[in-house]
């Protein structure tokens, strides 16, 4: 066989548009779609979000307690996000809060801004 035949046939079949059979393509349609709404149902809306954030801090509080430390856990609405508070363990004073109650109030302020400019150009 001629060198240039074989090349000429490997280049034919590299170039022929293959043409997969209709049914598989609709069972892998079908089979994305039904992923899809799978996946729609799994989302959780936003209350079902906080409450289980709520659990998740009570429950790392209730685990920092058994640890004996002075690190607790929190949850701010106005912003959504989580804090951490390392306190004193005589007095129960606050050393620490991460983010800082600064950072915090900014953040929402931030977040209320927003909002003014956004219902404004809408």
Partial sequence: MDIFSVANK???????????????TRNTV????SSA??????????????????????????HMKALDTNV??????????MFVSVMEKNTGTIIRKIPTEEAMKLSEKMKE????????KG
């Fill in 113 to 120: 801004i927003v909002g003014m400019i956004f219902d404004k």
């Fill in 72 to 81: 607790t856990f929190g949850f701010n609405d106005k912003i959504d996000s």
């Fill in 10 to 24: 490997q280049v034919s079949q590299a170039t022929q548009p293959r043409v997969e059979s209709t049914a598989s």
């Fill in 37 to 62: 709404k799978t996946q729609k149902d799994q989302i959780p809306d936003a209350k079902n979000i906080k409450s289980q954030l709520n659990k998740t801090i009570k429950h790392l509080n209730e």
């Fill in 30 to 33: 079908e089979q994305t779609n």
